[in-house]
């Protein structure tokens, strides 16, 4: 790193890591600059450049080489930094567990939407199967305070992540965290009786998974993104148990790869599903299924 007299200033660290992130191929590498060293320095963003002078601490000069070391190998910055922001929400993250997403946020969006109104002492039940980090459960526990989650997932990094996260956000007590693949392991007395269904299921076609940045493949869970040659294996499975779980019009909400929910769509309609509808994420891209089950 660029070093004046043995004493790197903030500005040093953000020109010489700009740099340096640029060649190692960061698609933006400022934006990366700026949040490592903020992280390291325990500043804001913003702060950084109103203390552009100031010296690293021996400290943060070792944080800071970590990091960048880090990222140069390609690490996302989630898993660095330690968290995300998802909605109104800090999560945390963790290496081995899918870090959330932009588009998820979509996904969360349309089932609030689709909720009916608060009533006084009705108390919602959702599941949401395959919570990872749980921002799922966490942010409609903290959105909708008439509403009891049921937070599933097969993976016991990710059940550790999300019970502690619920926790930091104050949720826990809504939080029902369970060791589940797919809906298998959720109590039959919730048979029938189930509001929502949520899910960001594996649903990359296994194709693919070579092709996306390498940030994603040789970092995050395979088992949270490969959903098998259509992208839609563990989609098939949830339509047929979200089906004996869901109220009558209960609704269903899965996130799923775009160039496959014209085929998800077409399975919900054929299992007895209405009001089917797709929905773009940010991007203007298809990307979430909405429907309610039609028994």
Known sequence: MVQ??????IKAALDWTTGYLER???ENPRVSTQKLIAHACGLS???????LERPLSLGERDLLRDY?????????LQYIIGEVGFRFLSIEVARGVLI??????????????????EEDGTVLRIVDVGTGS???ACSIASERLDTHLYALDIAPEALALCEKNAITCGVSDRVTVIESDMLSNLDESLIGEVDAIISNPPYIPTSIIETIPREVADFEPRLALDGGADGLDAFRILLDQAWAYLKPHGVLAVELFE???EEAARLAIEKGYCDVRIVCDLAERPRVLVARCGK
């Open 45 to 51: 963003r913003i702060e950084l450049y109103t203390n």
């Open 68 to 76: 960048v070391k880090r990222r140069a190998e390609g690490e996302p």
């Open 134 to 136: 749980g921002c799922i």
């Open 259 to 261: 160039e496959s929910l």
């Open 4 to 9: 004046s007299n043995d004493i790197w200033t």
């Open 24 to 26: 190692k191929g960061d």
């Open 100 to 117: 959330p997403r932009p588009e998820t946020e979509v996904l969360v969006s349309e089932l609030l939407s689709n909720l009916p109104m």
